[in-house]
């Protein structure tokens, strides 16, 4: 008898700007479950005392409830990603069976979907904003915060080192280049 499957993955947890989502699929019945991970858990104090690490542990116990998920007949496949360490220790310490995996196909499309979707309602417009993570989405995103940069912070995902020690400089930088322009453009 084989095992049904429960996949688990996530979107948005290294993007710079907004929530980040976790994505549950039972491959059988093709049941999707999502749950959401505040901008704000990434940001300051939250992100140095780990606070994602620990809320998805929540969230995956939820999601996880959601889909009546047996341990007895069904197993996971989840994500790779650092996000779940502390999900992976929690699933050893309950007997539940899982294995890493790199997840594709319905679960991946969809909850990145759900990401670009949280993405386009907090306003980024650009055509360039795809469900394909990377340093391409990331420079979308850059580029969105810094047109209004004083307005836009507020959905970085400031935890993240790099931003403090580099990236945030350069936005504000390129922020003052473009209102500079922008009154250049006017004078005309």
């Known amino acids: 008898m084989t095992q049904e499957k429960i996949q688990i993955d996530d979107a948005g947890t290294g993007d710079l700007v907004g929530d980040a989502f976790i994505g549950f699929l039972r491959k059988k019945t093709g049941d999707l479950v999502f749950r959401t991970l505040p901008v704000e858990l990434f940001q300051n104090d939250n992100w140095k005392n780990k606070m994602p690490f620990k809320?998805?542990?929540t969230l995956v116990k939820d999601g996880l409830n959601e889909l009546k998920f047996n341990k007895e007949t069904e197993k996971i496949e989840i994500c790779r990603g650092n996000i779940f360490d502390q999900v992976r220790t929690y699933f050893e310490e309950e007997g539940i069976y899982y294995e890493l995996a790199i997840i594709d196909g319905k679960l991946q499309d969809a909850v990145e979907g759900?990401?670009?979707?949280?993405?386009?309602?907090?306003?980024?417009?650009?055509?360039?904003?795809?469900t394909k993570s990377g340093a391409k989405r990331y420079f979308v995103l850059f580029n969105w915060v810094c047109y209004d940069f004083y307005k836009r912070e507020k959905y970085v995902k400031n935890g993240f080192k790099k931003w403090n020690t580099v990236w945030r400089e350069k936005a504000i930088k390129k922020y003052k280049k473009l209102k500079q322009s922008k009154k250049q453009n006017y004078k005309r």
């Open 55 to 57: 809320f998805v542990v």
């Open 114 to 130: 759900k990401l670009v979707e949280h993405l386009r309602k907090l306003g980024v417009r650009s055509k360039n904003l795809t």
